[in-house]
Nanobody
Framework: QVQLVESGGGLVQAGGSLRLSCAASGSIFSGNVMGWYRQAPGKQRELVARITTGGAANYADSVKGRFTISRDNARYTVFLQMNSLKSEDTAVYFC?????????WGQGTQVTVSS
């Protein structure tokens, strides 16, 4: 069983920054992909960014140049540094881990950007 615990959400003004963290625990080994998704009210959940254990990352076009994903493999932790936040970034952000083709999800953390 894999558990994901997120932290770091909150309220920030437009143009500000937040850093999300997600710690994974359980039966995890190398070869997993960790990432962040978000879901705004009335919208589908969408990929924000993801990163492999080797450090290869990809981003949604809407966050390129503003968000940076990173991970600490020794601690099974993934981070999302969010800069230049916009009101349209407001959403619940979910941590995701894919291991052996199984998706695991965190409980979500609210990010609210006020304009």
């Amino acid at each position: 069983q894999v558990q994901l615990v997120e932290s770091g959400g909150g309220l920030v003004q437009a143009g500000g920054s937040l850093r999300l963290s997600c710690a994974a625990s359980g039966s995890i080994f190398s070869g997993n992909v960790m990432g962040w998704y978000r879901q705004a009210p009335g919208k589908q959940r969408e990929l924000v960014a993801r990163i492999t254990t080797g450090g290869a990352a990809n981003y949604a076009d809407s966050v390129k140049g503003r968000f940076t994903i990173s991970r600490d493999n020794a601690r099974y932790t993934v981070f999302l540094q969010m800069n230049s936040l916009k009101s349209e970034d407001t959403a619940v952000y979910f941590c995701n881990l894919v291991y052996r083709r199984i998706d695991y999800w965190g409980q979500g953390t609210q990010v609210t950007v006020s304009s």
